[in-house]
């Protein structure tokens, strides 16, 4: 069985059957929205089954990591028969020391979807009535106090021991009723904790937002275009068929339709060539689309992952024995590589972005006032926009540093690197409201610009339903005053823009 969303009666939350096989990173943003509620697939529960049951078997019988031993730096001590039953909680307890802010509740909702998807994937050794629990959790609204800190990129154990103090009673459940509480033991505690689902949460919503605002900048491009007369020329298909980057082919693709401009442009009737915010739109944005499919690719992998350390294998018909192996799959190079580069691409767009901005203000390209001034005699019109959009930019710039050069040496030298995706996830997020307000600025001068030069690109066009949205919410004073609340709403209606679907390039939806 396959992951998948069902709509159900009008009032109630979609389904999502979680698989441990296909869950989607849209189906991870679903869950954490409250926007679906979430079912444990049948055969996937009986993985879960098979699994717990080989996990005790070999844990009684041998020693398995963190099950009859101690973890970490203490993985050689053994831990006594009569001490089991009190060797989860203790680890739990131990574990469970996260600091920092609390994170919302999306974020740890993204968490536990991850988590119990993954679960499901029956590598784990975890007793069933915790995927129960978790995915009873999620319909009820209710989340674990979980904190910013205590991840390094292998493994989130701070904020997932947090999870399981709260499953078994000892952490508080907030924004609804507690499931019923755990009773977990040796064999119960390590199997929660070895995952990264929190990173995994977290960089899901980010990409999911992300990727929308990327689609929203192109339109928001098409209106500062239109404002300045820009050129087709730099989108014509030949062009990108003698160069086919996949996401560059697409952009140009994209910002034809968007546009309403033929797959071969005529020559431009006024400049030779636009500026590079213009002309450079396919070869900036598509490595973001390029990066953005390359991350995805990696959480679809990572989401649907039985990586747990050590991974349990139940018996099967052709091998019986059931196995424990002890290995290195929580190690999360892959994602941070895939987040810190997504970001990086970011920065391109924006400074692009900021780039249109500044030919928005020059008279030579708009053929009004400089900053899109007034009348009055030295208007500053959308001069500090500029300023402004700047400064946003340098938080993302700082934001988009790698986290993946980071290096540490813990628990006495025996994990002696480390990922630090999970720092690379928490900037991706945090990059979202610097990006969008970058953005936000060069939306409000291309309004500004098309209002002065009463265009109004037609409704029958995505840029006409793009300007038409912006327009509604936009002042329309040109006297000098403070801009703030037009690049707050403006950056707002970004996730309004209508959005190309991923499978039918041809139809737009809002």
Known sequence: MSSHLTDTSAGTAAVVVLDGQSLPVADVVRLAEGAARPVPGSAAMKRVERSWHAARELAASGRVYGRSTGVGANRTESVPTGAAADHGLRLLRSHAGAIGEQLPAREVRAMLAVRANQLLAGGAGLRPTVVTALCEAMESGAYPLVNEFGSVGTGDIAALAQLGLALVGEHPWQGGPAPQAQPLDNNDALALISSNALTLGQSALALAELSKLVAATELVAALSLLAVDGSYEAYAEPVHAARPHPGSYAVAADMRRILGAPDRPGPPLGRIQDPYGFRCVPQIHGPARDAADALEDVLAVEINAAAENPLIMA???????????????????????????????????????????????????????????????????????????????????????????????????????????????????????????????????????????????????????????????LDDTLADRPLTDDVTRAAALLDQFPQLTTDEKTRWIA
């Open 315 to 473: 018996g099967t018909e052709r091998d019986p024995i059931p196995a424990a192996y002890h290995h290195g799959g929580f190690y999360l190079a892959q994602l941070a590589l895939a987040l810190d580069h997504f970001r990086l691409s970011l920065v391109q767009i924006a400074r692009l972005s900021t780039s249109r901005l500044s030919a928005l203000n020059e008279p030579a390209f708009t053929r009004l006032r400089p900053f899109l001034a007034d009348p009055e005699p030295a208007g500053s019109g959308v001069m500090i926009l500029e300023y402004a959009a700047g400064a946003a930019l340098g938080d993302l710039r700082a934001y988009s540093a790698p986290a993946s050069l980071g290096h540490a040496v813990l628990s006495r030298g025996v994990e002696e690197q480390a990922s630090f995706a999970s720092l690379a996830a928490r900037q991706t997020l945090r990059a979202t409201h610097a990006y969008r307000l970058v953005v936000g600025c060069e939306l409000v001068a291309a309004v500004r610009a098309l209002r002065m030069r009463d265009l109004r690109p037609a409704e029958s066009l995505p840029v006409g339903r793009a300007f038409a949205l912006a327009e509604a919410v």
